[in-house]
């Protein structure tokens, strides 16, 4: 398990004493805004990937920005890494604390500083939970899209570190395509906008580069949000198949013919089953894959599209159709696929989450290849996923006290995410690579663009102290783990463009 | 999937091989594509690194919603490829020529009236394979919609006018068409016509125009046809040709010539506009367009006082872009010197020094 850092293999600081950094930084905080005792530190031992753990020097818990900025000058003159951290949701080990480091936890910044209907904005801290925005302005018609599984618990601060997706980005977009500006402090203390209440702002494009950066280059200290006004109707479509190829090739049917859902979802039977038995969302179980299809918008416009898509999914092969008919049949149909992670419990001890995408027309391939490498590996798996827009949550079962489950589990986890970057997808598709997939990353890029990731990282950050031993891999790394699965030089599959 | 053509050509290697040249002879590279958007922008001295024999589609499938062609394919081949599989780019770029590329499209940015409704240009960019200014050949991003890997460098590229790469090949997300579009005019103030506009933004509306002539306010309906239909009878107005909507976004339309200088002024939809930017204005009124016959200086403070920028779209001198706070330019240098330390790559067509 890969929860230790290497010096070998990841950045190295020099150490600083604990009670040196207590010195320091106690008095740029507020009472109560610095633990350093062990069990205080514990609970920030890790995040959504509880398997990877490992404990900072010290937890800042500022409450202002400019606390936030004397932290990191502070810092930067000590030499000392430094991990932000908002809900700790993350599945990927965004914000595993970095040994001997601080963990900087943003979680005193939980307001939302301004909501204006007329702009259709809210101006909120990093961390306020994702949800909290879509509640606060739902009186007023509107909704913040982006809506990550976690979105009950998770921070947008978070969200902009991990440019979060959910079920709906594939209508709504991505975090990127729903921010208008954020505040950044870089490690050198200074306080940056990016971005604009305008729709865009002068010189590069800035705001982009810093949504999904895992923390690498800044800390989000407020966010700007666009919202969305809030559609007339949803409506959602269940479809059963008997073959999980003719559900994947559905789903290139519907988007082939002009619609473009506001969700779209599929579960194949192991999958379903669990969630069914969890959730009773009224799933046929006897299925070997289930879609789920919502449409959103206008109400007349929503009418004629349940009919078209109807018609389709019929057309490819469904064995049964079913619209939900009411506002309750519509939430249990979706209460089983947000339980479908939560229902693995019942049929496997522990679970590994793969977020691959891959483009949509692979789908079929990659569905039977995947159940082709877990009984290689001798692993079960399930797949529940983001059909719409090809990403996979292939679900890889096993149980942490049999020996070698876990390796097991990992090894056929590395194959798919390789088998991904093989048919031109890429190993994270919404949960980041963090410290998870930091060696999949030497798959999926060559040294130079490595290279060019870190040079990105050191005009914003040029100590390297942010995050350090996440999301770029050193070159080092690289050098070791990523010739493993090029054979001769060569990528698998050369005569494919890459892109 | 598509035909080839005669002219598609991978010119990777030669690309490659004149950056490298460049580099050790420190000679700065103008890059140009098909030039209808050198108007745009400072003026580059430099030996002209042609893009525009790179060019072909590589790879599109319409059941993907993905494109994916080398830079200096036309955008006008694009375009056609999208409209046969009833496929478009969503932010409806300006045309200033037919000879206009894919790569000068995404390095200037610009999007076109249907911005604040679908996107900019940068938000249907997945990915992109660059030159850096050492002649290395760089992919960023993919072509999926949902891809986290690295730093979006891909999006980065979008509006950084070459700066920070060569363009080579570019994947863009692509929408279906509407199935139905109509266009329609009212006689309305445009300080009210905003004010409208905005109030009508708040609902899921399927609005995907709103500009402002001067006098009269020209909205358009995109979507599926019951629903197009019921808004703009619940609307009213007077029906219009779709055409103006052609002129609105390549600034071909008569409210936008005549005179010798054009500023394009970015401003939050609802911010308070002083009498001096009262001029058409496009998507929704975040964008205005003010004519002039000389370049007023004051304008660029006017503009970031209101929360906005300023661009000198036509008729500018050295400065052309919204002067940068220090620390965000030194942030543009720092990032410039790591992806072009050599300073070769279309070297101040944005700032000086830069």
């Known amino acids: 398990m890969l929860d230790q850092f290497d010096p070998q293999l990841d950045p190295v600081f020099a150490s600083v004493p604990v009670a040196r950094l207590v010195e320091v930084l106690g008095p740029l905080l507020p009472a109560n805004g610095l633990i350093s005792s062990v069990e205080g530190l514990r609970p920030y031992e890790s995040d959504g990937l509880p398997a990877y753990r490992s404990l900072p020097a010290v937890v800042a818990l500022p409450e202002t920005v400019a606390q936030v900025q004397a932290v990191l000058r502070a810092c930067s003159a000590m030499d000392v890494p430094v991990v932000a951290r908002g809900a700790g949701t993350g599945l990927s080990g965004g914000a595993l604390p970095f040994p001997g480091g601080v963990l900087l936890s943003l979680s005193r910044f939980n307001k939302i500083l301004e909501i204006d209907p007329q702009a259709r904005t809210a101006r909120v801290q990093p961390g306020v939970r994702n949800l909290a925005i879509s509640e606060a302005v739902a009186g007023l018609g509107l909704f913040y899209a982006p809506d990550p599984s976690s979105q009950l618990a998770c921070s947008i601060g978070g969200n902009v570190a991990e440019n979060a997706g959910g079920v709906h980005c594939l209508k709504y977009g991505l975090t990127v395509h729903n921010l208008l500006s954020v505040e950044l402090v870089t490690m050198d203390g200074t306080l940056l906008t990016l971005g604009s209440a305008a729709t865009e702002a002068a010189g590069f494009d800035l705001m982009a580069l810093i949504t999904?950066?895992?923390?690498?280059?800044?800390?989000?200290?407020?966010?700007?949000?666009?919202?969305?006004?809030?559609?007339?109707?949803?409506?959602?479509?269940?479809?059963?198949?008997d073959d999980v190829e003719r559900a994947a090739g559905a789903v290139?049917?519907?988007?082939?013919?002009?619609?473009?859902?506001?969700?779209?979802?599929?579960?194949?039977?192991?999958?379903?089953r669990a969630a069914e038995d969890f959730a009773h969302a009224g799933y046929p179980k006897s299925a070997a894959a289930i879609l789920l299809c919502e449409l959103d918008g206008?109400?007349?416009d929503v009418a004629e599209e349940i009919d078209r898509v109807s018609a389709l999914l019929t057309a490819a092969g469904a064995t049964d159709v079913r619209t939900a008919k009411d506002e309750e049949e519509r939430r249990r149909f979706w209460a089983g696929r947000k339980g479908a992670f939560a229902a693995m419990g019942r049929i496997a001890p522990d679970y590994y989450c793969i977020d691959g995408t891959i483009p949509r027309r692979a789908l079929p391939r990659v569905l039977t290849e995947i159940g082709r490498l877990a009984d290689a590996h001798g692993v079960g798996v399930a797949n529940v996923f983001h059909a719409g827009d090809g990403n996979l949550h292939p679900l890889i079962l096993y149980d942490a006290n049999i020996d070698g489950d876990l390796e097991r589990a990992e090894a056929a986890g590395g194959a798919i995410l390789e088998l991904c970057v093989e048919v031109g997808g890429t190993i994270t598709g919404e949960h980041g690579v963090g410290r998870e997939k930091i060696n999949q990353m030497c798959a999926q890029f060559s040294a130079s663009e490595v290279t060019a990731f870190h040079a990105i990282k050191r005009a914003f950050d040029p100590q390297g102290l942010l995050n350090p031993g996440k999301a770029i891999p050193t070159l080092a790394r690289c050098a070791e783990y990523g010739g493993l699965h090029i054979h001769r030089g060569e990528m698998p599959f050369a005569h494919l463009e890459r892109y | 999937m598509r035909t080839l053509n005669a002219t598609d050509a991978d010119k990777t290697a030669d690309l490659a091989e004149?950056?490298?040249?460049?580099?050790?002879?420190?000679?700065?590279?103008?890059?140009?594509?098909?030039?209808?958007?050198?108007?745009?922008?400072?003026?580059?001295?430099?030996?002209?690194?042609s893009v525009s024999g790179h060019r072909g589609i590589v790879d599109y499938d319409p059941a993907e919603l993905v494109i994916t062609a080398r830079a200096g394919t036309p955008l006008s081949e694009i375009e056609t490829a999208l409209d046969a599989e009833r496929q478009m780019l969503a932010f409806e770029p300006p045309r200033f020529g037919m000879a206009g590329t894919l790569g000068g499209m995404v390095a200037t940015g610009l999007s076109g009236p249907r911005r604040p409704f679908t996107g900019a240009v940068r938000d249907f960019v997945l990915g992109a394979r660059v030159l850096n200014g050492h002649g290395e050949a760089l992919r960023f991003g993919g072509t999926v919609f949902k891809n986290v890997a690295g730093f979006d460098a891909f999006r980065l590229?979008?509006?950084?006018?070459?700066?920070?790469?060569?363009?080579?090949?570019?994947?863009?997300?692509?929408?279906?068409?509407?199935r139905l579009e109509q266009a329609l005019a009212f006689d309305m103030p445009g300080a009210a016509a905003r004010a409208w506009v905005t109030d009508l933004m708040r609902k899921p509306v399927p609005l995907s125009g709103a500009f402002h002539d001067g006098t009269r306010l020209h909205l358009r309906l995109?979507?599926?046809?019951?629903?197009?239909?019921?808004?703009?009878?619940?609307?009213?107005?007077e029906t219009e040709d779709l055409a103006v909507w052609t002129r609105v976004r390549d600034l071909t339309h008569p409210a936008l010539v005549g005179k010798p200088v054009l500023w394009r002024i970015v401003l939050p939809q609802t911010s308070a506009r002083p009498d001096v930017l009262h001029a058409p204005w496009d998507q929704g009124g975040g964008v205005t367009w003010l004519q002039a016959d000389h370049v007023d200086p004051a304008i660029w403070e006017i503009a970031k006082a209101h929360g906005g920028h300023a661009t000198l779209f036509r008729g500018g001198g050295d400065n052309i872009f919204q002067p940068l706070e220090p620390a965000i330019f030194s942030l543009h240098q720092r990032l410039k010197a790591a992806l072009d330390p050599a300073a070769i790559l279309n070297p101040g067509r944005m700032y000086e020094g830069l």
């Open chain 2, 18 to 49: 004149a950056v490298r040249a460049a580099k050790v002879a420190a000679t700065p590279l103008k890059i140009a594509g098909g030039g209808t958007r050198d108007f745009l922008g400072r003026r580059v001295v430099g030996q002209v690194l």
């Open chain 1, 298 to 300: 206008q109400a007349v």
């Open chain 1, 212 to 241: 999904g950066s895992e923390g690498l280059l800044g800390v989000v200290t407020e966010v700007l949000v666009r919202l969305t006004p809030l559609p007339d109707i949803a409506r959602v479509i269940l479809a059963a198949f």
């Open chain 2, 222 to 237: 995109s979507g599926g046809e019951a629903g197009v239909t019921a808004t703009a009878r619940a609307l009213g107005g």
């Open chain 2, 157 to 178: 590229m979008a509006g950084a006018y070459g700066g920070l790469g060569v363009l080579l090949d570019i994947s863009l997300r692509v929408v279906p068409k509407p």
């Open chain 1, 252 to 272: 290139a049917e519907i988007i082939a013919a002009g619609i473009i859902p506001a969700g779209l979802e599929m579960m194949d039977g192991p999958a379903l």
